[in-house]
Each structure stands twice: as C-alpha cells, then as structure tokens.
C-alpha cells in the first residue's frame, strides 16, 4: 500500500457487487490502501472519514449510476479524483461525466490489471500536486494580504519621525539662539535612529519570509554569543549567562534561528528595568535528537496577562515603553511558523519575563537498511 515515495494511497472503491469489490481488494492491497463500499451512502461515509486521494465506482449500481454518485461526490469532496468502471453499453453517459469534468479516466470492464494500477498512481499523483498548489496558493494570498497591511502601517509609521524632524527643523530655523542647536541635533538624532530601527526591521521581515529553509548544521554556542555580542552595548550593564546542553548535531535555517533568537535578546535588553539593582539575560538551549529546547529569561518589566496572547499580533505594542515598533515578536512568530517550532510565554509584570521554544531538529533521515 505503499507508492515508491513513500506516501499511502488510499483508494475508495465503490460497487454493488461483492465480488468485484474483494478481487479489486486481492488484486491491488499490497499497493494501496483499500476501503470498499457497496452503496453510495457507505462510500459518501467513508470518505467524510478518511483522506481518499482516488474515487472508483461502477456505473451500473442498483439505486445510483457512477456518475450520479460522482456528481453528489463533486458537491462535498471536490478534491479526490474519480475514475469510471464502466462497459461499452455505457458511452452517452461516459460522454457527458468527461465533457461536465465529473471523472477524470474511464476503466472498461473487465479491467486491465496494469492499466488500473497506474491510472489510480497518475490519479493520485494529480491529487497530492493539486492539494501542494491550493496549499501555495492559500499561502501566498496571506502573506499578499499581509504585505499590503505591512506596507501601509510601515510607510504611515515611517512618516511619523519624518513629520517630527520637519517639526524640529522648523523651530530650529525661527529660533535665534545658536546656543540651542545642539539640542535640536540631538533630536533629529532620535528621530533618525527610530527610522533606521525601523527599516532594519522591515529588512529583516522581507528575508524572514522567503519560502524555503536552507538546513545547516547549527551551535548554539555561537548563536547565544554573536547574539549577545550583537545586543550587550544597548545596555552594559546587563549581566548575559549561557547554558548549552549540545551533545550532538543540531540542523536548522539557521538564519531564521538567528533571527528569532535576536529578536527574544533584543527584546529582553530592552525591556529591562531602570531600577533593577542586577538586570540579567539568561540564554538556555537543550538540544536532543528531535529538538531543541530554548529559553530566554530576563528580569526586566514583564508583561501584563491580558496581553501574553496578543504580543506576537503584527503591530501590537504592549506599552510605549522604548519606543516600540511591535514587529519583533511577529518575525520570531513568523520564523518559528516556518520551522515547524512552537513559542510559550510565561511573564509576570515588574517583575520579568521567560520565552521558551521548541525547534524540531531537521536531521538528515538515516537510510534504513
Ligand atoms: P517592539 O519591541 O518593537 O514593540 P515586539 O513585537 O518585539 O515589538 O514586542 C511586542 C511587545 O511585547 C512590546 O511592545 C513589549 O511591550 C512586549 N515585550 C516583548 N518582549 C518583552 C520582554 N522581554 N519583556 C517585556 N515586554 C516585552
């Protein structure tokens, strides 16, 4: 039952005659997998139950014809596909199905043993590209609609210190103290370095999002420390700690991991506390053969409960704090999605907060002998 890469076909087979239905079974169980009906009703049963790639049904049954029950099929399971088992004395019928779409191949009876076999491998071939292509397409509708929201909210909250620094320059140009112009550089400084935090973070979007992942072997000895290499001058006073269990070979988009690690860091530099006499970043990843294990735990402010399901929402910005820009989390949401990995956020507010994730291990399968 099993196709040469090694998915399972699951075949319906619907008939009223017994016979046909066990010596379809004896013909074809070692390569696929078979359910049998004898009436319409226990075939529309069986595939609301199973993932059927491939339909068969007979023409000539009792209560219903093939293609009657290949047109109540199409109304609620358009996507297997249909072939017809059907005689000579059938061909207006067979006509009409082909010309309404409602089956893709027709089989004379008796059948040909190589001829069925390789129709329901086509057949189930067309199935799984159609199901690939529905999959892409669903895929790239979201991220279009995603992007058009990107890019409005982006260029609305880029004009945004644009305004500011016109703002600035207007008052500097009324203003006749000359004494007072470096404090309107440093202004315009903030406001520059708000727009370069921005469009970093808009680079960093577009490269999350490519569709595929290139798998390489990944430490994370040297993600934690360019990671923290990367984020220790936002705040020196931060006391950064690493714990790596890493006994063997991790395999990963290590862009994407570096991503989301860095996004976590940042965050957790950030989002530290003035007053925290001892503010610190524990970085923790336990690496086995099926995934990695990785915590990022600070001290800083936390973050409030109501809004712990709502902080990885594109644009969501838990408080004003920092000047946020609330696309941070929504990449490392985006980068784990395509890694197949899973983000729980445990927080209390004052107090500090704990990311941890799981990350399936892409190991190369072994061969089995
Ligand atoms: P940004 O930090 O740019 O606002 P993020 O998407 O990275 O955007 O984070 C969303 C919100 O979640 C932030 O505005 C912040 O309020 C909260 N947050 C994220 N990480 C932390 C953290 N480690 N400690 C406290 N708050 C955090």
Not at 143 to 156: A, D, G, P, Q
Not at 188 to 216: A, P, Q, S, W
Not at 235 to 248: C, E, G, L, R, Y
Not at 278 to 283: A, C, K, T
Request: hydrophobic share 40%.
């Amino acid at each position: 039952m099993v196709n040469t890469d090694d998915t399972i076909i699951k075949v319906l087979y619907v008939d009223d005659e017994l016979n046909n239905l066990l010596s379809f079974q004896a013909a074809f169980r070692r390569r696929f997998e078979i359910l049998i009906a004898t009436n319409a009703t226990e075939g529309l049963e069986m595939l609301a139950n199973n993932d059927i790639s491939v339909i068969i049904a007979d023409q000539r049954m009792p209560k219903i014809t093939g293609v009657e029950f290949f047109n109540t099929v199409l109304q609620q399971f358009p996507d297997p596909i249909r072939i017809l088992l059907t005689g000579y004395s059938d061909i207006n019928a067979l006509a009409d199905a082909i010309n309404k779409g409602e089956i893709f191949r027709y089989i004379k009876k008796p059948w040909d043993q190589t001829e069925l076999q390789n129709t329901i491998i086509n057949a189930h071939e067309i199935y799984t590209t159609r199901r690939q292509l529905k999959q892409k397409m669903e895929e790239l509708e979201r991220v279009n609609n995603e992007l058009n929201r990107f890019v409005y909210s982006t260029s609305h909250d880029l004009r945004s210190p644009l305004a500011n620094i016109m703002g600035i320059l207007k008052m500097a140009n009324i203003d006749s103290k000359p004494e007072r112009a470096p404090e309107y550089f440093s202004m315009i400084e903030g406001c520059v370095k708000k727009m370069d935090l921005f469009i970093h973070k808009i680079i960093e979007y577009y490269k999350g999002i490519r569709l595929e992942n290139e798998i390489t072997e990944v430490q994370f000895d040297q993600l934690f420390s360019d990671s923290i290499e990367m984020n220790h001058m936002v705040n020196p006073a931060i006391q950064f700690s690493t714990k790596v269990n890493q006994d063997i070979p991790f395999y990963c988009d290590e862009f994407r991991l570096s991503l989301i690690i860095n996004n976590l860091v940042s965050n957790a530099v950030k989002y530290q506390r003035a007053d925290e006499p001892h503010p610190n970043v524990q970085l923790i990843a336990n690496v086995n053969e099926i995934e990695a294990r990785i915590e990022i735990i600070d001290n800083g402010v936390g973050i409030i409960e109501d809004h712990l399901t709502r902080i990885f929402d594109i644009f969501f910005r838990s408080s004003d704090f920092k000047n946020g820009l609330g696309i941070g989390l929504y990449i490392v949401k985006e980068a784990l999605n395509r890694l197949k990995g899973k983000i729980h956020v445990q927080s209390e507010f004052g107090k500090g907060s704990h990311f941890v994730l799981t990350i399936p291990n892409q190991a190369v399968p072994k061969l089995t002998e």
